[in-house]
């Protein structure tokens, strides 16, 4: 990690010339490792009718993978400040997913994934509201235009019918502002000068500490060919370490922004695969999804660059004339 990097971690939200915006580049990671589990993620269960949990459990054992690589290059911090937001990020992350799990089984995806995607509107308020983040107009736009396409492209083809309401609602309400609070929560981490190893090392520690929570809700081992969990172990190693650029990003750039973008963009790049790979062409909301992610998130990072050559334009002004 590069002094550079270290002062967009520890500097305050939006700081002129902090991040020297690398967000952008731990950002695209993000959106290319999620992408391509999205794309790929449902192998399991389609072929080998893999649980849930079971797909949960060995996902927060793969999260060791990434930490390790990480706590190789920083030194794990020790401070009660970084256990808390730490824990945090990863109790609301892992505990956001298994209580998907249980929504799903009271309701319908096609109601529920909607909801649970209006996430990053969380993450903004939070950020905006706590953290006094500021956005330009420009970007404001941007963030309406990234949320709706979030919540298009989360949208499955056939949706439809008349379903009850109940408490897979409440849970699916839940499990929205748990996972806007998750990327709040790396912000603050980052603000609070906690370097990237160490929050993910806490949010490893989290997932596997709900590993028996998931034993419990699953029941008992599946009986399933070695097919399956070496597939599943393949596609959530990206799910881990798209994760930890995740905490990277957030520690680089505004939360307000990190989060929209990312969130609108890994589902583009997942549709696109599903179509070279399994001739899957997207929906009519799909297809307005991908526009809307595309031009919230163009808007976005030309705010963010326009914002850094205003920043920097004083400057070289003085330089020149002294």
Known sequence: ???????????????????????????????????????????????????????????AFTML??????LRRERFDRRPVAALYGLLAGLTGAGGQLLLFQALADGPAYLIF????????????????????????????????AAVA???????SGAGGEVDTGSWM?????????????AFFMRKAALAGVNDATTFGWMTISGLALVPVAYLMMGSLPS?????????AGTQVLNAVGALFLVMALSRGKASVV???????APVLTIVLSLIIYQTLPTVWGTIGIVLALAGSTLMVYTDEKRGEDTLAPGATAEKVG
Do not use: H, K
């Open 224 to 232: 399933a060919p070695w097919q399956a969990p070496a597939i599943t």
């Open 170 to 182: 409440v849970l699916a309400v839940i499990i929205c502002v748990a996972w806007g609070a998750q």
């Open 65 to 70: 993978v990434p930490a390790a690589a990480a």
């Open 259 to 265: 989060a929209p973008i990312t969130n609108a963009l």
């Open 114 to 145: 909607p909801v649970v995607s209006l996430s990053p509107v969380i993450t903004v308020l939070m950020a905006v509201a706590l953290l006094r983040e500021r956005i330009a107009r420009l970007a404001v736009v941007g963030v309406i235009a």
């Open 150 to 156: 979030i919540v298009l492209l989360s949208i499955p």
């Open 1 to 59: 990690m590069t002094s550079s990097d270290l002062a967009g971690a520890s500097g305050t939200p939006g700081a002129p010339g902090g991040s020297s915006r690398s967000w952008i580049v731990y950002a695209g990671l993000l959106v290319l490792f999620w992408g391509v589990w999205g794309a790929t993620s449902s192998q399991p269960v389609e072929r080998y009718d893999y649980p849930d949990e079971m797909i949960y459990i060995i996902w």
